[in-house]
């Protein structure tokens, strides 16, 4: 079986706020093909800054069911030193979210280099921020 790409997702939560907006979304993304979760970890880091991670399996069953159905071939691949390595760029007293998903949109795209034998020399990710700061600056016409 061929994967399109994968990545690794890290998202603060400042103050524990949450606004009931990301499940939703995530359950398109799933729903349409776009990606396939892979691994998805919730954290807590208390105001000592102890980490508890919660893994999507252990969820009550309302915000399971609310995750439905992102959580079906959930792997685990993240590890308990992940997690803590991942979890050191959360605030004292905030939550995160770490997901390792894979862009299955990708797939037939990654099997056409591979039978073309295309060798990838560069891929990285560009910030939203990066790109709208560039924006900004480029004088318009």
Do not use: C, H
């Not at 979304?25 to 880091?45: M, Y």
């Not at 439905?68 to 308990?80: A, N, R």
Request: proline share 5%.
């Amino acid at each position: 079986m061929s994967y399109g790409p994968i990545e690794l997702l890290v998202v603060k939560f400042p103050g524990n706020q949450f606004k009931g907006e990301i499940a939703p979304a995530l359950r398109d993304l799933v729903e349409t093909g776009t990606i396939q979760v892979i691994d998805i970890v919730f954290v807590n880091k208390d105001e000592n800054g102890k980490v508890e991670a919660v893994e999507i399996n252990d969820l009550d069953d309302d915000d399971l069911a609310s995750f439905d159905p992102v959580v079906s071939d959930v792997t685990g691949l993240l590890s308990p030193e992940d997690i803590q390595q991942l979890s050191q760029g959360l605030d004292n007293n905030s939550s995160g979210a770490l997901m390792l998903f894979e862009n299955t949109w990708a797939r037939t795209f990654v099997d056409a280099l591979r039978n073309a034998n295309a060798e990838l020399i560069f891929n990285e990710r560009i910030p939203r921020k990066v790109i709208e700061e560039v924006l900004a600056a480029t004088p318009s016409e």
